[in-house]
């Protein structure tokens, strides 16, 4: 299918958010909340065409599955993100030159973003819901897993548009195939970034093939590494819930990293994962540590593969090393610059590891799975960005913006 026209229609009703003003915005948005639980049933039927076809082994099962519960708790994300202060025409900075021209920052929306995601159809709210209140339009490439239940999301979004006579078109879905994620990635006359939410391979797809600019999220390959001073209470809770909370999103705990000299505390601190049934795949050491103390059943040798490796299920690397500067190594070579944490009761050992970890959100004494944009007070969520440039962590509103300057004169003229 030839998207252009697609494109053309969505950069063109993007032009007309330029019209809306705040208090109209957070008013489309409330009323997409409502329309979000008025539709609530066909929403959930529409989802469960999706799930038929997926194994409910599959970690992405559980990233598909909408419920009424869920659909509210989304609901709830748009109203909050409705209540967020605007980011746009904000001044960021401002300075008046000594010819008397004053020169402004001030922030804008980013146009027209582009976002290719897999079985997650809650993204296609947080989406629109965001780039809406930042003054962007939205094109949406969901997976062929989810396309029942982006459809019908799509479709509600659409329809209530219509009745507040908003120009629909600033939101548009594109078909599932792969034809269709080639052209968005090279859509450069029409869409300003693209962001792709989902796997590794996802994402490197993106980065390989698009021509535009890429904001690269989602891969999580989370450690925590337990100190020689953690606290052994606080450590087993935080491993459990950044292990088993939900293993299929990106801040799930892949590793844990802990000290040599703690080794005979890590059946304790492993022990509430045991009753969730979680694969640990432990080097020689953690090994040796956990025979006959955690379910043989459970328990497997590391191997080279163990490690870098963002499981999305209910299995886990253990890495033992001798000190704190091992484990930043370790997180150094395998981690994906996404979540990290340290357990530990020295407030040495935290500021190092705070200013050494390579990472968009490091953590200590807490679980990673709090990296999350409704839990950062961002209302709700784009992606996770891994890289540097631009946005860096979880991505919200100010993260669809940008800038431009503002020069005000008076006749001055450059010599």
């Known amino acids: 299918m030839d998207c252009t026209s697609i494109f053309k229609n969505v950069k063109r009703a993007g032009r007309s958010l330029d019209l809306l003003d705040d208090s109209k915005i957070n008013d489309i948005l409330l009323a997409i909340a409502d329309a979000a639980e008025e539709n609530s049933s066909f929403i959930i039927s529409e989802n469960e065409k999706d799930l038929a076809l997926m194994d409910r082994t599959d970690p992405r099962y559980d990233r598909l599955l909408l419920n009424t519960k869920r659909i509210s708790a989304i609901a709830g994300d748009i109203r909050n993100v409705a209540g967020l202060p605007s980011p746009l025409g904000i001044i960021l900075s401002g300075t008046v030159r000594p010819n008397g021209l004053k020169i402004s920052r001030l922030s804008v929306p980013l146009g027209v973003v582009g976002v290719i995601y897999e079985a997650r159809p809650n993204v296609t709210f947080d989406v629109f819901s965001l780039c809406l209140k930042s003054g962007n339009a939205c094109i949406l490439k969901g997976g062929s897993d989810a396309i029942n239940s982006n459809t019908a999301i799509v479709k509600v979004i659409r329809e209530r548009l219509a009745v507040k006579g908003i120009d629909n078109d600033i939101i548009a879905l594109l078909p599932s195939g792969r034809e269709e994620t080639a052209q968005l990635l090279n859509a450069r006359e029409y869409v300003d970034i693209i962001i792709p939410r989902g796997s ?37 809770l935080i491993i459990k819930n950044a292990k088993t909370r939900r293993v299929s999103v990106c801040n799930a705990l892949d590793c844990l990293i802990i000290h040599e000299s703690r080794l005979d505390d890590l059946a304790y601190i492993t022990s509430l994962c045991a009753d969730s049934e979680v694969i640990l795949y432990a080097d020689a050491k953690a090994y040796s540590a956990l025979i006959g103390k955690y379910p043989a059943a459970l328990l497997q040798k590391a191997t080279e593969e163990s490690f870098g490796t963002e499981f999305l299920s209910y299995k886990m690397a253990i890495k033992t090393v001798g000190s704190i ?26 500021k190092l590891f705070f200013r050494s ?35 860096r962590g979880p991505m919200a509103l100010e993260a669809l913006t940008s800038y431009k300057w503002i020069i005000e004169g008076d006749g001055q003229i450059r010599e």
């Open 357 to 391: 970890v390579d990472a968009s959100s490091v953590y200590s004494n807490s679980s990673t799975a709090f990296t999350d944009g409704a839990e950062f007070g961002l209302g709700a969520e784009i992606g996770i960005s891994t890289q540097k440039l631009h946005a």
């Open 200 to 236: 590794r391979s996802l994402i490197d797809f993106v980065r390989s093939n698009a021509s535009l600019p890429v904001i690269e999220t989602g891969a999580g390959i989370c450690h925590t590494y337990f100190d020689q001073s953690g606290d052994r209470e606080k450590g087993r």
């Open 325 to 350: 500067g091992k484990a930043i190594d370790h997180i150094s070579t395998f981690g994906s610059k996404h979540s990290e944490a340290i357990i530990s009761d020295d407030p040495a050992h935290i």
